[in-house]
């Protein structure tokens, strides 16, 4: 890496972190105008920036991009109005900063408490979404953090124009414009050299496909909040209600399959599976569902198709109309078949069984443990989060959908009256 | 590294992984049942670990480790007693493990909430202290954990003897013994091999020198919560008593001058300078301080012995009693000089302005942020954690001293009826 090149990103390191400082000490009402000043400006650039993102769609369709993939970049009217409107959501949000969230006293009087603030500058390295590059700042900015910005390739043209009027409406607030900055080099070295510079980026949070993710993983010199995967299972207990199980895993794998939060495996307790196995059989073939079985769940299944699952099955983050499907034992094999092939992501138990219920709730570790709902609501919006930055599966800070409150942490003060240590 | 040291390393991560399972599972009462019993043995073997301590005491005489080394290193029977006491002092927390911290209700009843949960594996790298071995596993079970231990060589029989207890006494409970695993080679490739298990340590605290901490950082595969240095300031505002000031000065850095949150810079308002300074100077000089001061503070400290500070001097941490002291021209001054020179440790402003107090609370990002009080406070026990498993200056996951609750992370949970997502 050249000299001059780490120099860039030296100063783009230290222009985010002296922009941090400024904006943690700046109010909400300063910080909310700078989003609604965002979003004003999103309402009247629309052309701007339409033009832009069309250079981005005509190199992506020489490409030979999906039109799927077209669909994720394109900045229509509609997805163009929903980012102003996030950027409003966001700014009526509670603000975590400066919340004391306990304070006690002391045998010698000292009033101690825990204060929430800004974690500093956050690198958030993404794929094609331009949405992204509003939603992410947006969020940083609310919990007064700066926030260095590297998003795909596909999406060059559209996300210099995005950042370039985040800029502009900072420049009309009391929010310095460098809170926000863009990588605005689309090689690979250029986000080499954004993850070594822990001493400017607290956390590096990475979007996009695991292939990314294990690269920013393993080069980053920051902590990294990420998740791999989301395998999900839905776990039909002996007492759970059949049109309810058949409707949460109808829901969980079909509502929309491409996502982390979709089930993936369905488990089934040996004394329902009888009743069950075929009404859920002909929900999911209606839904379009392929069906990779266990030998039980075959013999269940009767003429309805089905292939047999192979253990990988069992692994695999399917992300589309498929789903695993076993027949278990028993409760303790439920959670040693989660322990065993899942990610930590989300579960959920359906059962009208109170202890089973409370002890599923207990034993199952991972990120987000329900009863009785859909997987799909494992998202920060649908939690009441109000927003979500992304979602963690490693424990360390945060462990699940990640709001504002995972973008901030929590010092120590004390009021004493002149406490010394005896 | 040799393929069996790899296979070895492996085996250790996956039994405390496996152990950590068991251990997530069971209540309070058998954690705290666990920690009692350990306890109860350390009173009634202290004839045998002795034993064991005697044989690093004249391997550390031989190779010449100084008297105060030597004490950190004893097992007395003041030492034993307190590993003993502390114990007991960790059984009689609160349990964090299980707590829901807040649950509400969304629009469509779905009832959300956030409940601790342990962390896992829990890797500790320390030096010299034995006393360690025991206070670390104690926290890591307490808060249903799994620990393994790597110890400084010096202390190799004394750990070795006191986790062969642990696992002794977890025996007699359901905590499984490998709930406490000693890393017991003294080479430095040990180290790196349990740096490697990422894939079962979730977290490693290191405890020791600066030196320590940076190998860890850099080769640790998984989050490491550290801190490298206390570089703590008291700042003496323009509205300060004076008594008051004096007396937070001199606590802060002659009552215990060789620990992190030992005050190593005194700031001084350029107001209050001319009637504090000769004051707090021969209080120091009494206390046989040695001051390294700006030329403002050495004009004022008329016959008073003192060397001109070099810029090196106010990023030290001296550790030893040795001040620095600047004199500032206003409170921005203060905060920007613990900015730039600060190690975001433990600041603390003396001051009787309610104004000013409020805005050095918002102002300072610091771990540790006082009003009137030393900055000796500025550890677990004294802040009323109970207990302290480390101090952390980086923000993710834990900012400033480290309870119980530092070693647990919140999953989401659901309680629905049934809750489908449209």
Same mark, same amino acid.
């Given at each position: 890496m050249s000299q001059e090149y780490e120099a860039h990103f030296d100063r783009l390191g230290q222009t985010a972190r002296k922009a941090a400082r400024r904006l943690a000490r700046l109010g909400t009402a300063e910080r909310d105008r700078a989003l609604l000043t965002a979003a004003h400006l999103l309402d009247h650039r629309r052309a701007t920036l339409q033009e832009e993102n069309e250079r981005d769609l005509v190199a992506a369709t020489r490409k030979g991009l999906s039109e799927a993939m077209l669909d994720r970049l394109r900045l229509d009217e509609t997805a163009l109005a929903q980012m102003a409107a996030d950027l409003r959501e966001v700014a009526a949000l509670p603000d975590p900063v400066g919340v004391v969230t306990r304070m006690w006293t002391r045998p010698n009087g000292m009033r101690v408490g825990r204060m929430r603030i800004p974690l500093g500058v956050i690198g958030i390295v993404y794929e094609s979404r331009p949405n992204v590059t509003i939603d992410a700042a947006g969020l940083c900015i609310k919990a007064g953090n700066a926030v260095v910005l590297r998003g795909g390739s596909e999406a060059f043209y559209s996300n210099r124009a995005l950042v370039a009027l985040l800029r502009e409406a900072l420049l009309e607030t009391d929010v310095p414009p460098d809170a926000v900055q863009l990588v605005d080099t689309t090689d690979r070295e250029a986000v080499l050299a954004m993850l070594k510079l822990d001493r400017y980026i607290d956390v590096l949070i990475p979007r996009g496909g695991e292939e990314l993710i294990r690269f920013v993983t393993e080069h980053a010199r920051m902590p990294v909040i990420k998740h791999y995967q989301?395998?999900?299972?839905?776990?039909?207990?002996?007492?759970?209600?059949?049109?309810?199980?058949?409707?949460?895993?109808?829901?969980?794998?079909?509502?929309?399959?491409?996502?982390?939060?979709?089930? +993936?495996?369905?488990?089934?307790?040996?004394?329902?599976?009888?009743?069950?196995?075929?009404?859920?059989?002909?929900?999911?073939?209606?839904?379009?569902?392929?069906?990779?079985?266990?030998?039980?769940?075959?013999?269940?299944?009767?003429?309805?198709?089905?292939?047999?699952? !192979?253990?990988?099955?069992?692994?695999?983050?399917?992300?589309?109309?498929?789903?695993?499907?076993?027949?278990?034992?028993?409760?303790?094999?439920?959670? +040693?078949?989660?322990?065993?092939?899942?990610?930590?992501?989300?579960?959920?138990?359906?059962?009208?069984?109170?202890?089973?219920?409370?002890?599923?709730?207990?034993?199952?570790? !991972?990120?987000?443990?329900?009863?009785?709902?859909?997987?799909?609501?494992?998202?920060?919006?649908?939690?009441?989060?109000?927003?979500?930055?992304?979602?963690?599966?490693?424990?360390?800070?945060?462990?699940?959908?990640?709001?504002? +409150?995972?973008?901030?942490?929590?010092?120590?003060?004390?009021?004493?009256?002149?406490?010394?240590?005896s």
């Open positions: 989301g395998v999900c299972h839905t776990y039909v207990d002996r007492d759970a209600e059949i049109d309810m199980a058949v409707r949460l895993t109808v829901n969980g794998k079909a509502q929309r399959p491409g996502v982390c939060n979709a089930t +993936e495996t369905l488990l089934i307790h040996e004394d329902i599976a009888p009743a069950f196995v075929p009404v859920v059989g002909k929900a999911l073939i209606d839904e379009d569902v392929e069906l990779r079985v266990c030998e039980r769940t075959a013999r269940l299944l009767g003429d309805l198709p089905y292939r047999l699952a !192979s253990p990988e099955d069992y692994y695999a983050e399917f992300l589309a109309k498929i789903l695993a499907v076993r027949v278990v034992d028993s409760y303790e094999e439920a959670v +040693e078949h989660i322990e065993k092939f899942g990610s930590d992501h989300t579960e959920t138990i359906v059962t009208d069984s109170y202890s089973t219920a409370q002890r599923f709730v207990r034993d199952v570790s !991972s990120a987000c443990v329900f009863v009785n709902a859909s997987t799909r609501f494992s998202d920060g919006h649908q939690l009441g989060l109000g927003a979500e930055i992304g979602i963690s599966t490693t424990k360390l800070h945060a462990y699940g959908p990640m709001g504002l +409150e995972e973008l901030t942490t929590q010092k120590f003060i004390v009021f004493g009256d002149g406490q010394c240590r």
